[in-house]
Every structure is written in C-alpha cells, then in structure tokens.
C-alpha cells in the first residue's frame, strides 16, 4: 500500500512538473473571414480587431494552462504521451474559427479534429466554457480565425 501511495505521488509530481512546461501557445493567423480575405488581400484588419483578437488569444492560452481543470490535465497527458510514443509528435498548429457573441461568450468554435475525440472535446470545452472578458468590437467580422500552437514550450 506505501508503495503504491509513494509511486502515485511520483507520477502526480511527474505531472505537475510537466504540465509547468506544457503551454498553448495562442498566434493569430488572421481575423478576415475566408469571403473577405480573398476580396481584400491587400487590407490589413483595423487595430482593433487585431487587439481583441490579441485579447482572447491571451484569454485561450490562460484557460488551456489552468492546472487547476480536469479538462487541461487530460489534454495535457494526451499531448505528452503522444510526444513520448515514436511517431507521434505534437499537433501542428491549429486554424480554429471562433464566433463571440455580444455578451463575449464563444458560441461557436471550428477547428480540424486533433484525432482523439477526448482531446477534441477537451479543447472545446475549455474554449467555450466561460465568456471572454471583454465582448467583440461591433463591426468586427466573425469568425475569428486564430491559430493554436499547443506545445511544449523551450526553457
């Protein structure tokens, strides 16, 4: 029984130890929506736009690093045992397209499966879980487009 107290202490300390390494780190591809990207390559979105959407990146890459929730372990222990087995490294960066209501909470979220439905439904639940904390612009274009990077972060 000690034994087995001592080893499930060690892999939780193990844990703990990765998930202060793990991060998600949040880029912003970009904002337009896929019809106005295409009519306006040339137009940068207005600084606004791009503020917020700094905003919620920020807000993504804090809820996706929360220790603290159940759904960050298990994405996180997916992603390391994925790293560990031979072959299988981290997913590459993700486009995910992200609709905000009014109120800021995302009520909407798109992006490619990550090819583990627990993983999958992980994201998304820590994505739309709580409102932003600030609502969108009234003249910003939906979706969002951003880009995760969910990795592991160099020292």
Avoid: C
């Avoid at 940068?44 to 890459?61: G, R």
């Avoid at 929360?66 to 490294?89: F, N």
């Avoid at 994201?123 to 600030?134: D, F, V, W, Y």
């Amino acid at each position: 029984m000690q034994e087995h107290l001592q080893s499930e202490q060690s892999r939780w300390s193990k844990t703990m130890h990765w998930l202060k390494r793990i991060g998600a780190g949040v880029g912003i591809a970009t904002m337009l929506a896929p019809s106005i990207a295409q009519s306006q390559q040339s137009q940068q979105p207005p600084q606004h736009w791009i503020s917020y959407a700094q905003l919620a990146s920020n807000q993504f890459a804090a809820w996706l690093s929360d220790p603290a929730d159940d759904a960050v372990v298990r994405l996180h222990a997916w992603m390391q045992e994925r790293l560990l087995k031979e072959g299988q490294p981290l997913p590459p960066p993700l486009v995910t397209r992200v609709w905000v209501a009014p109120s800021g909470k995302v009520e909407r979220l798109e992006f490619a499966s990550l090819g583990n439905a627990q993983a999958d439904n992980d994201l998304r639940a820590l994505l739309t879980a709580q409102p932003l904390s600030e609502p969108p612009p009234p003249d910003m274009r939906q979706p969002m487009v951003l880009q995760l990077t969910l990795d592991f972060p160099q020292k």
